[in-house]
């Protein structure tokens, strides 16, 4: 029971699109269908959102193991106690917490969360890295938890990490953001609406403009437009074909794009989404002015085509358990280019890094782009144009190195990417 301080494990979520959606008797809610409740089509609900203040920190926050053994790591103890307002859990009938979770610290276990001095809720692990030990990676993920609601409060509530060991003395994290979920059933005043173009079976030619209509009661603040489809694993959970987006301090970046007038629309720079197998999806995130939500129905069976032009996406292989170059040391990972590199008319790298500025060399094939790119201590997403000339067919390898004694740069999963376009055949 929260409250108890009692350390149980709950229930958790990882996809934060498309959860496994709970069955909620409704006898009493003069509704004939459950609510959703997870981040898909037809929900409804309220997100309240936390990033900072920090502490120990400018931009982030971190978490340690409290047996930590290593020199230097006690002064980040005790952890943070922190705190967020949920004004409204009337008539909720699920919530969950989005955790932006960067992993600093490979080999850190046991990660958890809890509420108002509760019951300790596992966070889990990006389960979809092979190999079975993810935690053993760099990585940026947004791991999803499910928050009993009786662990909720009306007004402030206070929430707090910990992490488990490393295997070497210092397990730890960093968090750039938490937001929590509050799901209702559909019965409650919300805004409504429909992506309108495309609609189903539609076929996209290059950089759409997509719409939809939305209205509420309480006037509508934004429209955010999020597509299903593959695309380089920004998320980190080394799912490539999924609702395409991250979180930055709560706000959703790496999306479709975000209207917030009438008429609700969005140019959809596809220039280098890659070639597409299988059918796109659409939906419309509308949020009102009293900051309920409602995700609209999805608009499936869509397709991209071009004239004249492919974009392919090389997946990263072979990828580094702990990839941080630091004191002389290269990483490296492979990616395979299997098209005619002579019909080739751009490329470039891509990869999520932290402290990327205390880098020397960051290239692919031996040959060094650029001295760094990112950030000083911080998060970074990265593209970074590659000559032609540059590439091979067949095995390429992506890598970085670094002089300096202090940091270094770290790639998180799934390792440094690699986008080809060709003139068509």
């Given at each position: 029971?929260?409250?108890?301080?009692?350390?149980?494990?709950?229930?958790?979520?990882?996809?934060?699109?498309?959860?496994?959606?709970?069955?909620?008797?409704?006898?009493?809610?003069?509704?004939?269908?459950?609510?959703?409740?997870?981040?898909?089509?037809?929900?409804?609900?309220?997100?309240?959102?936390?990033?900072?203040p920090?502490?120990?920190?400018?931009?982030?926050?971190?978490?340690?193991?409290?047996?930590?053994?290593?020199?230097g790591?006690?002064?980040?103890?005790?952890?943070?106690?922190?705190?967020?307002?949920?004004?409204?859990i009337?008539?909720?009938?699920?919530?969950?917490?989005?955790?932006?979770?960067?992993?600093c610290?490979?080999?850190?276990?046991?990660?958890?969360?809890?509420?108002?001095?509760?019951?300790?809720?596992?966070?889990?692990?990006?389960?979809?890295?092979?190999g079975?030990?993810?935690?053993?990676?760099?990585?940026?993920?947004?791991?999803?938890?499910?928050v009993?609601?009786?662990?909720?409060?009306?007004?402030?509530?206070?929430?707090?990490?910990?992490?488990?060991?490393?295997?070497?003395?210092?397990g730890?994290?960093?968090?750039?953001g938490?937001?929590?979920?509050?799901?209702?059933?559909?019965t409650?005043?919300?805004?409504?609406?429909?992506?309108?173009?495309p609609?189903?079976?539609?076929?996209?030619?290059?950089?759409?403009?997509?719409?939809?209509?939305?209205?509420?009661?309480?006037?509508?603040?934004?429209?955010?437009?999020?597509?299903?489809?593959?695309?380089?694993?920004?998320?980190?959970d080394?799912?490539?074909?999924?609702?395409?987006?991250?979180?930055?301090?709560?706000?959703?970046?790496?999306?479709?794009?975000?209207?917030?007038?009438?008429?609700?629309?969005?140019?959809?720079?596809t220039?280098?989404?890659?070639?597409?197998?299988?059918?796109?999806?659409?939906?419309?995130?509308?949020?009102d002015?009293?900051?309920?939500?409602?995700?609209t129905?999805?608009?499936?069976?869509?397709?991209?085509?071009?004239?004249?032009?492919?974009?392919k996406?090389?997946?990263?292989?072979?990828?580094?358990?702990?990839?941080?170059?630091?004191?002389?040391?290269?990483?490296?990972c492979?990616?395979?280019?299997?098209?005619?590199?002579?019909r080739?008319t751009?490329?470039?790298?891509?990869?999520?890094?932290?402290?990327?500025?205390?880098?020397?060399?960051?290239?692919?094939?031996?040959?060094?782009?650029?001295?760094?790119?990112?950030?000083?201590h911080?998060?970074?997403?990265?593209?970074?144009?590659?000559?032609?000339?540059?590439?091979?067919?067949?095995?390429?390898?992506?890598?970085?190195?670094?002089?300096?004694?202090?940091?270094?740069?770290?790639?998180?999963?799934?390792?440094?990417?690699?986008?080809?376009?060709?003139?068509?055949?």
């Amino acid at each position: 029971m929260c409250g108890t301080g009692v350390s149980t494990m709950a229930t958790a979520s990882w996809v934060l699109i498309g959860i496994a959606q709970a069955s909620v008797a409704l006898a009493d809610m003069g509704s004939g269908s459950p609510p959703v409740t997870g981040f898909a089509p037809g929900a409804v609900f309220r997100e309240y959102h936390w990033n900072g203040p920090w502490v120990n920190a400018i931009v982030w926050q971190r978490v340690t193991d409290p047996g930590a053994t290593y020199p230097g790591a006690k002064e980040f103890l005790p952890n943070p106690v922190n705190s967020v307002e949920i004004n409204d859990i009337d008539g909720a009938v699920y919530a969950e917490v989005c955790i932006e979770l960067l992993q600093c610290h490979a080999g850190t276990t046991d990660k958890r969360i809890r509420l108002n001095g509760g019951e300790w809720l596992s966070i889990p692990e990006a389960i979809n890295i092979p190999g079975g030990k993810p935690h053993r990676y760099q990585t940026m993920t947004y791991p999803v938890v499910e928050v009993p609601l009786h662990c909720l409060r009306s007004g402030t509530n206070t929430f707090e990490l910990t992490a488990g060991d490393s295997g070497w003395g210092w397990g730890q994290f960093l968090i750039y953001g938490v937001t929590f979920r509050v799901y209702y059933a559909a019965t409650i005043a919300h805004p409504t609406g429909q992506v309108t173009f495309p609609t189903e079976g539609t076929t996209l030619t290059e950089n759409p403009t997509i719409t939809a209509e939305a209205s509420s009661p309480a006037g509508v603040k934004r429209v955010d437009f999020l597509a299903f489809y593959e695309d380089f694993n920004f998320r980190g959970d080394n799912v490539w074909r999924q609702w395409q987006y991250v979180y930055r301090y709560g706000e959703m970046q790496h999306h479709v794009g975000t209207a917030t007038h009438s008429p609700f629309r969005v140019m959809w720079n596809t220039e280098w989404v890659p070639d597409q197998d299988k059918p796109m999806k659409l939906m419309a995130r509308i949020t009102d002015n009293n900051g309920v939500s409602f995700l609209t129905p999805a608009v499936d069976n869509v397709a991209l085509e071009r004239t004249g032009r492919s974009v392919k996406l090389c997946k990263p292989y072979d990828v580094p358990e702990r990839w941080v170059s630091r004191g002389g040391n290269t990483h490296r990972c492979k990616v395979n280019i299997t098209e005619d590199l002579e019909r080739a008319t751009a490329a470039r790298l891509l990869l999520v890094t932290w402290d990327g500025k205390l880098t020397d060399a960051i290239g692919i094939n031996e040959r060094k782009l650029v001295k760094n790119i990112g950030g000083n201590h911080d998060l970074s997403f990265d593209e970074i144009p590659v000559p032609l000339e540059y590439l091979k067919p067949g095995v390429n390898e992506p890598y970085t190195y670094s002089a300096t004694e202090h940091h270094g740069i770290e790639v998180n999963w799934p390792g440094i990417g690699l986008k080809v376009a060709f003139e068509s055949k």
